[in-house]
């Protein structure tokens, strides 16, 4: 926002090195160690199902005046969302809106945190629709209770804070219209931006100029994958694919070559007996822009996810893109243009995603610069702004209407004033 010209604040609980922000009651180290301890007993007692993010409601660290005094004397023009677990409640929000009564509030869903009663990654729960009863993340009655009382209580604040709510894919706006929160607000669709203007530019240019990696590696195909634990990642997909292309294919190691970042899952597995396989591990956001500009194409092998953010950074940088039919990939790949959606959540359909590619590598179909720039960060203000600026003219022009009208409207928009 700055870098456009914007005056921006962020309250947040995280750590972090902007010169704009504020944190406010971050978690300790050993609170966090604790928090973790705590569900994965709870898990192994079977009182919770560990697939479930969040597991239902947690209290929220932050109230409406650590927020005020935050802010000081600044008048802010809008209050965006985009995160709330473990850190702020609707009630809270509610509170806020009462004191900014005029200004938009976006909700940015950046998962499916604001559809329900709590948890992340819905898993096939269609709880959120029925405001949560009977959540099948827990075997505790009273856990249920509250997971049910939350939802409750989130439907009545909701009506108070009137959002306006931003989903960065179709499906998860599909997800909202069904929500029993969120489905009678205004909402639009705005894919995340990923990327800066000035890393798009200098990664296409990249691209333009040629690789400079040396010909024996240049002759096979370098794809990158994220590597994690987590079962809802699907990196044992991704191991399956890769057994099956080599069975198929016993000269793959010469075609093909892997690139895997996050954790070690990958460099555990067996996929070094199949394929050249370099484990870079957690990335510097400078080190990632760099592996995009050596790479063919990106690999997803999610079983579920809200993004992943990654396949808007290809396609923003104009690299071809693979993934199971998760978060933004229908929008952004369907058009087989920039990649390829796999069929199913399996390692058979991935291996045969991998082998369709592996014998025709298809370049990114070009793409205009309009397309493009909505996926920079820079691009995904701009949208946002035009939806705060809409909003802002249709609150002047109601305004307008209720001043104009008889005195009884006149007298009762002095009470909401109020």
Known sequence: MQRLGYASFIVTRESNSLSNSVIIKPLTRLERSLRVRRLALMHRLGLIENKYALFGIENARIDCSDILKSVGNSKPTVLVFYWVSYFINFKCIAELRRTYPGIPFLFVCLDEGFLGGGCHYSWGCRGYEEACVNCPSTSLHLRKRKIQIEMQERIREIHKINPIVLYPTAAMARMGERSAILKQFQKEVIPLGAVSKQEQDECLALGEGGSKESGAIKQKLTI???????????????????????????????????????DATLENSEIGNYVDHEFMGIVQRSQLMEIYGKIDALVVTSREDAGPLMINECVALGKFAISTPVGVANDLLADACHGIVVGAFTSEAICDALKSYCLQPREVVSTSELDRNRLTFEGYVGAMLEVIEKSQMIVEESLVCMGTANGAAGDHLGEVQR
């Open 224 to 262: 990158l994958v994220r590597s994690s634990s987590e079962y809802r990642k699907g990196s044992d997909l991704f191991v399956g694919a890769i057994k099956l292309l080599a069975a198929g294919n016993p000269n793959i190691r010469s075609q093909l070559r892997v690139i895997s970042i996050g």
